[in-house]
């Protein structure tokens, strides 16, 4: 079909498939790539591009449609336009993965076209039909009226503040994100290059018989079709247990609907996805294990060679059954929650491209090393011939950690010799990749008279799914932080994770820690009302302090700031009685005895300090986090530096950008480097230590969970935070206060930012966003059903910066990501609990003016 239409004011004339949609001719045909496909549903705003004078969604317009029509595209604007938006998104810290901004650029100028003054009720409206999964929506509509200012001359673009600790430095990857001119996966094209396409069983649970690919190897247009058979190297792969199948072979059953039986390289998207679906494929249906009950139960079928139980966790300290006797109170309750989606907006991409005797993999990753260490594995090369090197990355949240197509596109690339892209559908995500748990907690926790925790026994089953991915890593947190930021003498935890037919579970922003805090906190709200203290007075009294012991037997620090920030929120919670509150805390790195290390190179190359380090950004600012921190240590200006992050080539290993560890582990190796570097620049000028590279390492030593060590450290840092959730007399969420003990502020507004994110994730959490599973297969597997919350939702949200000092590592900078959104849900919970005094024990909350009619 030949369309003519005008793109940007220029005419242009394109021959495309009939099927095709405006994105595709924007994307594929004009490569004009700031427009993304998030979705493909209309649902999430990120293509947002304006046509015949309003805004549309350019995944749902047909090509058809778009004939003869003005189109503008992020591209597109003025060069005055470019300054604002760029200047007020920087400005107002609304950017951080940056996938879904430019669609949200192109909403802005439609609004204010047409309206240049609108009110935050008028902008929230407007933005209605887009998504956000990082910001929490504030600091956009702060960055939308700030460009209204500025387009009405009230105010100029300026600059942020100059580099270092605790300043509102803007960050340098801003701007391009905000105009489109960052690049992630799918914008890439490479010349020769093919599309993989790969297919999944019908079923949760069934024997693989025979596959068929006769015919769709002689459709025109397919290149290659590999099954389990044409794997070079080990089949199965997996972070830490190797369980996980690249490809199910013939006579293997398919654990999960998300699982690969057959791939297929194709000369374009259309033709590979076609023909996956003419493999044939036959398959004995077997009863799906669909919750932990039935997988442990006699006789059931055994899903792993090892059996059912992925893993057991026990943490014991004192005598808790004995102590639970002498209790003036004890309250004894059963907690569920459910699975949950990581909706990232960026669905999972890579392209591999085969170079030499090797491959160079382009994909968007928490952690590139290990991506390069199981494709090594499943190719049967050694680690040095596989390049493995980040592009941006769209937002993750622990659901990019495993393998997802990278491993598909390095086969397909390495059996045809040419560049292979593989981008999921918004539906393929939703299916593929690894959920938060779903996890049953048994609780029962006692305190004395006053109020003060005596006891604590849990039982922690998780659903850990089809495969292992972090499983066992995640139910080791759960039953670590159940404790919560308190002082508890007797404890006995035991944890589970059952493998099951459901989607696999593994990492997802708190790593089980939110589900253990909605059933400690709520815990304490009961034994706060048989005591007859508030939930604001029996968290004061309980709090940790220096010297006090967790679970595990940890002593705690000095830097502890859990009642600092206690004290921040006192007032507004004693100030409403529709408040709820709900304390945090979350180990910063990997601990319990995992080796971790963050490492970084400063190379001066050409007059100016590169940064290198292998650490993801994901869009918590992790490039600002290390300038700031070398100017911290050097005096040297941002202008003088540069960041290279996440490519196995050139940037020594910094580990997985996961458990909040970035900016205390590579943090803490960037300081060291850059006090290197700044005592060689007492002695020269930075032009004389041209070619010089200044190295830094650091290994947080920690012990193993069943540490035999009457005080062993658990982890190397903890955050604390507090959050308080006010409710209007309607029962909707008015306001949230949330305080933070963040050590020591590196960047004051990324970190509201990862604070705004982190509630509003918490909000859908507490109150909309549900994962149902029926036979395994998951119910909603569109973006659009799965509950998220939108702009017209969201509460104002008030961050309170607690700075204790931290650690002596990283100037004291902790990590903010995943505490961020722990707290949340239990104080939502507490909130309606004092409201209507209905005690709710699963989530999302029953019986709010959210709930599902």
Same mark, same amino acid.
């Given at each position: 079909?030949?369309?003519?239409?005008?793109?940007?004011?220029?005419?242009?004339?394109?021959?495309?498939?009939?099927?095709?949609?405006?994105?595709?001719?924007?994307?594929?045909?004009?490569?004009?790539?700031?427009?993304?496909?998030?979705?493909?549903?209309?649902?999430?705003?990120?293509?947002?591009?304006?046509?015949?004078?309003?805004?549309?969604?350019?995944?749902?317009?047909?090509?058809?449609?778009?004939?003869?029509?003005?189109?503008?595209?992020?591209?597109?604007?003025?060069?005055?336009?470019?300054?604002?938006?760029?200047?007020?998104?920087?400005?107002?810290?609304?950017?951080?993965?940056?996938?879904?901004?430019?669609?949200?650029?192109?909403?802005?100028?439609?609004?204010?076209?047409?309206?240049?003054?609108?009110?935050?009720?008028?902008?929230?409206?407007?933005?209605?039909?887009?998504?956000?999964?990082?910001?929490?929506?504030?600091?956009?509509?702060?960055?939308?009226?700030?460009?209204?200012?500025?387009?009405?001359?009230?105010?100029?673009?300026?600059?942020?503040?100059?580099?270092?600790? %605790?300043?509102?430095?803007?960050?340098?990857?801003?701007?391009?994100?905000?105009?489109?001119?960052?690049?992630?996966?799918?914008?890439?094209?490479?010349?020769?290059?093919?599309?993989?396409?790969?297919?999944?069983?019908?079923?949760?649970?069934?024997?693989?018989?025979?596959?068929?690919?006769?015919?769709?190897?002689?459709?025109?247009?397919?290149?290659?079709?590999?099954?389990?058979?044409?794997?070079?190297? $080990?089949?199965?792969?997996?972070?830490?247990?190797?369980?996980?199948?690249?490809?199910?072979?013939?006579?293997?059953?398919?654990?999960?609907?998300?699982?690969?039986?057959?791939?297929?390289?194709?000369?374009?998207?259309?033709?590979?996805?076609?023909?996956?679906?003419?493999?044939?494929?036959?398959?004995?249906?077997?009863?799906?294990?669909?919750?932990?009950?039935?997988?442990?139960?006699?006789?059931?079928?055994?899903?792993?060679?090892?059996?059912?139980?992925?893993?057991?966790?026990?943490?014991?300290?004192?005598?808790?059954?004995?102590?639970?006797?002498?209790?003036?109170?004890?309250?004894?309750?059963?907690?569920?929650?459910?699975?949950? $989606?990581?909706?990232?907006?960026?669905? $999972?991409?890579?392209?591999?491209?085969?170079?030499?005797?090797?491959?160079?993999?382009?994909?968007?990753?928490?952690?590139?090393?290990?991506?390069?260490?199981?494709?090594?594995?499943?190719?049967?090369?050694?680690?040095?011939?596989?390049?493995?090197?980040?592009?941006?990355?769209?937002?993750?949240?622990?659901?990019?950690?495993?393998?997802?197509?990278?491993?598909?596109?390095?086969?397909?690339?390495?059996?045809?010799?040419?560049?292979? /892209?593989?981008?999921?559908?918004?539906? $393929?995500?939703?299916?593929?990749?690894?959920?938060?748990?779903?996890?049953?907690? /048994?609780?029962?926790?006692?305190?004395?008279?006053?109020?003060?925790?005596?006891?604590?026994?849990?039982?922690?089953?998780?659903?850990?799914?089809?495969?292992?991915?972090?499983?066992?890593?995640?139910?080791?947190?759960?039953?670590?932080?159940?404790?919560?930021?308190?002082?508890?003498?007797?404890?006995?935890?035991?944890?589970?994770?059952?493998?099951?037919?459901?989607?696999?579970?593994?990492?997802?922003?708190?790593?089980?820690?939110?589900?253990?805090?909605?059933?400690?906190?709520?815990?304490?709200?009961?034994?706060?009302?048989?005591?007859?203290?508030?939930?604001?007075?029996?968290?004061?009294?309980?709090?940790?302090?220096?010297?006090?012991?967790?679970?595990?037997?940890?002593?705690?620090?000095?830097?502890?700031?859990?009642?600092?920030?206690?004290?921040?929120?006192?007032?507004?919670?004693?100030?409403?009685?529709?408040?709820? #509150?709900?304390?945090?805390?979350?180990?910063?790195?990997?601990?319990?005895?995992?080796?971790?290390?963050?490492?970084?190179?400063?190379?001066?190359?050409?007059?100016?300090?590169?940064?290198?380090?292998?650490?993801?950004?994901?869009?918590?600012?992790?490039?600002?986090?290390?300038?700031?921190?070398?100017?911290?240590?050097?005096?040297?200006?941002?202008?003088?530096?540069?960041?290279?992050?996440?490519?196995?080539?050139?940037?020594?290993?910094?580990? #997985?950008?996961?458990?909040?560890?970035?900016?205390?582990?590579?943090?803490?190796?960037?300081?060291?480097?850059?006090?290197?570097?700044?005592?060689?620049?007492?002695?020269?000028?930075?032009?004389?230590?041209?070619?010089?590279?200044?190295?830094?390492?650091?290994?947080?030593?920690?012990?193993?969970?069943?540490?035999?060590?009457?005080?062993?450290?658990?982890?190397?840092?903890?955050?604390?935070?507090?959050?308080?959730?006010?409710?209007?007399?309607?029962?909707?969420?008015?306001?949230?206060?949330?305080?933070?003990?963040?050590?020591?502020?590196?960047?004051?507004?990324?970190?509201?930012?990862?604070?705004?994110?982190?509630?509003?994730?918490?909000?859908?959490?507490?109150?909309?966003?549900?994962?149902?599973?029926?036979?395994?297969?998951?119910?909603?597997?569109?973006?659009?059903?799965?509950?998220?919350? %939108?702009?017209?939702?969201?509460?104002?949200?008030?961050?309170?910066?607690?700075?204790?000092?931290?650690?002596?590592?990283?100037?004291?900078?902790?990590?903010?990501?995943?505490?961020?959104?722990?707290?949340?849900?239990?104080?939502?919970?507490?909130?309606?609990?004092?409201?209507?005094?209905?005690?709710?024990?699963?989530?999302?909350?029953?019986?709010?003016?959210?709930?599902?009619?």
């Amino acid at each position: 079909m030949r369309l003519e239409l005008k793109v940007n004011g220029e005419t242009k004339v394109v021959d495309v498939p009939a099927e095709a949609t405006l994105l595709d001719v924007l994307r594929d045909h004009l490569r004009l790539t700031g427009a993304k496909n998030g979705c493909g549903e209309g649902v999430c705003g990120a293509c947002t591009v304006i046509m015949a004078g309003r805004p549309v969604r350019a995944c749902r317009i047909a090509a058809a449609k778009a004939a003869g029509q003005e189109v503008w595209t992020i591209e597109g604007l003025s060069l005055r336009e470019k300054e604002i938006y760029a200047w007020a998104f920087t400005a107002a810290g609304a950017v951080q993965c940056g996938f879904c901004t430019p669609g949200m650029v192109m909403e802005a100028k439609a609004l204010l076209d047409r309206n240049n003054e609108p009110s935050e009720e008028e902008i929230k409206q407007a933005f209605r039909a887009h998504l956000c999964r990082c910001t929490g929506y504030q600091k956009i509509v702060q960055a939308v009226r700030l460009a209204a200012r500025a387009f009405r001359g009230e105010v100029q673009p300026g600059s942020g503040e100059a580099a270092g600790m %605790r300043r509102r430095f803007f960050r340098p990857d801003a701007p391009v994100k905000t105009l489109g001119q960052a690049t992630f996966v799918d914008d890439l094209m490479f010349p020769g290059m093919l599309y993989g396409a790969v297919l999944r069983p019908p079923y949760a649970r069934a024997r693989v018989l025979s596959v068929d690919t006769t015919a769709v190897r002689e459709m025109p247009g397919v290149v290659a079709v590999l099954t389990a058979d044409d794997i070079p190297g $080990e089949r199965y792969q997996g972070h830490i247990f190797k369980d996980w199948p690249a490809l199910i072979a013939v006579g293997e059953e398919v654990r999960y609907v998300g699982d690969a039986v057959a791939l297929v390289a194709a000369e374009d998207r259309e033709t590979a996805r076609k023909a996956v679906e003419r493999i044939k494929v036959e398959y004995e249906v077997l009863p799906p294990v669909t919750n932990p009950a039935e997988a442990l139960a006699p006789g059931a079928p055994s899903l792993h060679p090892k059996g059912n139980i992925l893993s057991e966790t026990r943490i014991r300290k004192g005598n808790p059954e004995e102590a639970l006797r002498t209790c003036a109170h004890v309250v004894s309750q059963t907690y569920r929650t459910p699975f949950t $989606e990581h909706a990232f907006l960026e669905p $999972e991409s890579a392209v591999a491209v085969p170079e030499g005797e090797g491959i160079t993999i382009y994909t968007s990753t928490q952690g590139v090393y290990d991506i390069q260490e199981q494709v090594a594995s499943l190719l049967g090369l050694p680690h040095e011939k596989v390049r493995v090197l980040n592009q941006y990355v769209g937002g993750a949240f622990g659901g990019k950690e495993d393998l997802s197509v990278q491993h598909h596109a390095a086969l397909l690339a390495w059996a045809t010799k040419r560049p292979v /892209k593989i981008t999921l559908t918004r539906r $393929e995500s939703i299916l593929v990749h690894p959920k938060r748990h779903a996890m049953e907690i /048994k609780i029962t926790t006692g305190c004395d008279e006053e109020g003060r925790l005596v006891a604590m026994t849990a039982e922690i089953t998780a659903d850990t799914g089809a495969y292992a991915s972090l499983g066992a890593q995640v139910l080791e947190r759960a039953c670590h932080h159940i404790t919560g930021p308190y002082r508890i003498p007797h404890v006995n935890i035991y944890g589970r994770a059952v493998y099951t037919n459901n989607p696999p579970a593994g990492a997802f922003r708190g790593f089980g820690v939110p589900q253990a805090a909605f059933a400690c906190e709520s815990q304490l709200n009961l034994l706060a009302q048989r005591v007859g203290k508030s939930p604001w007075e029996i968290r004061w009294i309980n709090a940790l302090e220096p010297g006090d012991t967790l679970g595990t037997g940890q002593i705690v620090s000095e830097d502890v700031g859990i009642k600092e920030t206690l004290l921040a929120v006192k007032e507004v919670f004693e100030g409403s009685p529709y408040a709820g #509150i709900a304390c945090g805390f979350k180990n910063v790195g990997l601990g319990v005895g995992t080796r971790d290390t963050g490492r970084a190179n400063l190379v001066i190359e050409k007059g100016k300090v590169k940064i290198y380090s292998g650490a993801a950004c994901l869009g918590q600012g992790l490039e600002s986090v290390l300038i700031q921190i070398v100017a911290e240590a050097t005096g040297l200006p941002a202008e003088k530096m540069e960041v290279v992050l996440a490519d196995t080539a050139c940037t020594p290993d910094a580990g #997985i950008t996961t458990a909040s560890r970035q900016s205390l582990f590579t943090g803490e190796a960037v300081r060291r480097a850059a006090e290197e570097l700044a005592r060689a620049l007492k002695e020269h000028a930075l032009e004389e230590l041209e070619g010089r590279t200044f190295r830094g390492e650091f290994y947080g030593a920690t012990d193993p969970i069943a540490s035999q060590k009457e005080h062993p450290v658990t982890h190397v840092a903890y955050g604390y935070a507090t959050q308080v959730v006010l409710l209007d007399e309607e029962g909707r969420v008015s306001k949230v206060v949330a305080a933070y003990d963040v050590g020591r502020a590196v960047n004051p507004l990324n970190i509201e930012g990862q604070i705004e994110g982190g509630i509003v994730m918490g909000l859908g959490y507490a109150l909309t966003e549900d994962f149902p599973v029926k036979d395994g297969i998951p119910k909603y597997q569109q973006l659009g059903r799965l509950g998220l919350f %939108r702009f017209p939702q969201v509460p104002p949200m008030e961050t309170i910066l607690v700075e204790k000092g931290g650690t002596q590592y990283a100037f004291g900078a902790k990590g903010i990501g995943e505490l961020a959104t722990i707290p949340t849900a239990p104080a939502v919970a507490c909130a309606y609990f004092r409201r209507d005094g209905r005690f709710r024990t699963s989530l999302p909350l029953e019986g709010t003016p959210y709930s599902k009619k």
